[in-house]
Nanobody, 115 residues
Framework: QVQLVESGGGLVQAGGSLRLSCTVS????????MGWYRQAPGKQRELVAD???????NYRDSVKGRFTISRDNAKNTVYLQMNSLKPEDTAVYYC?????????WGQGTQVTVSS
């Protein structure tokens, strides 16, 4: 059974940085396009960034130039480097595959950005 474990969240001031990690176990991780998602209170979960097995990246417009997604296939881990954080980035962040069927969602990691 695939398990997703996210970590690295926290409380930061606006303009600060965080690096999120997501370790995937029990899957052929290296061939999957992986994504980072976030869900703010009262809002739907949204895709923030994704990365293919070969390293091609896509970002939603609101995070372009500030966030960087990367992966280490040897460690079955995907990362999200978040710089110049804004209060509107506050959310629970999750990783998962980009396309259905999704794996069972992990617990996520809370990111809170204070103004």
């Amino acid at each position: 059974q695939v398990q997703l474990v996210e970590s690295g969240g926290g409380l930061v001031q606006a303009g600060g940085s965080l690096r999120l990690s997501c370790t995937v176990s029990g899957s052929v991780f290296s061939i999957k396009t992986m994504g980072w998602y976030r869900q703010a209170p009262g809002k739907q979960r949204e895709l923030v960034a994704d990365i293919t097995s070969t390293g091609s990246r896509n970002y939603r417009d609101s995070v372009k130039g500030r966030f960087t997604i990367s992966r280490d296939n040897a460690k079955n881990t995907v990362y999200l480097q978040m710089n110049s954080l804004k209060p509107e980035d506050t959310a629970v962040y999750y990783c998962n595959t980009k396309v259905v069927p999704f794996y069972s969602w992990g617990q996520g990691t809370q990111v809170t950005v204070s103004s």
